[in-house]
């Protein structure tokens, strides 16, 4: 039984990746996923595009203070977000209206700055993530 426990716990040590830790900042690297909260370059004291599951809403604000989400859906209860889904590697979100937007999602920087990318190669826009200092980032356009 101890040599069994003794593996259990070996195993979980090796399977604690290093590729989740970020040496250089003694900071844990996020997921490459689009859930969360985003700002879009160019528009950083505009506007922020937070992913749930299955929904991204826009905040605005007019004097650089964003609500958290759950303050955004109490303040604005009719507003319920764009639903959005993965087909394969591309995210499509529904714009509404029969209108839909098609890109790809390609991680930068540690996961913290996201490209999307058109069907012809081109950036299309860049987000970084709430919090993170896009100035440190070497890898954009």
Request: one cysteine or more; aromatic letters at 14%; glycine letters at 6%.
């Amino acid at each position: 039984m101890k040599k069994i426990l003794i593996l259990l716990l070996s195993l979980t040590m090796l399977n604690c990746s290093s590729d989740d830790y970020n040496s250089d900042d003694n900071q844990i690297t996020p997921e490459a996923t689009i859930l969360g909260r985003w700002v879009p370059m160019g528009f950083e004291s505009t506007i922020r595009y937070e992913f749930t599951d299955t929904k991204r809403f826009n905040i605005y604000s007019v004097d650089g203070s964003f609500p958290t989400l759950e303050e955004f859906n109490q303040q604005n209860p009719e507003l319920v977000g764009l639903d959005w889904f993965y087909e394969g590697d591309k995210v499509t979100i529904d714009l509404n209206f029969g209108n839909f937007s098609t890109l790809t999602p390609q991680f930068t920087c540690d996961n913290y700055v996201l490209k999307w990318i058109n069907d012809d190669g081109e950036t299309h826009s860049v987000y970084f993530r709430e919090g993170y200092d896009i100035n440190s980032c070497s890898d954009i356009e």
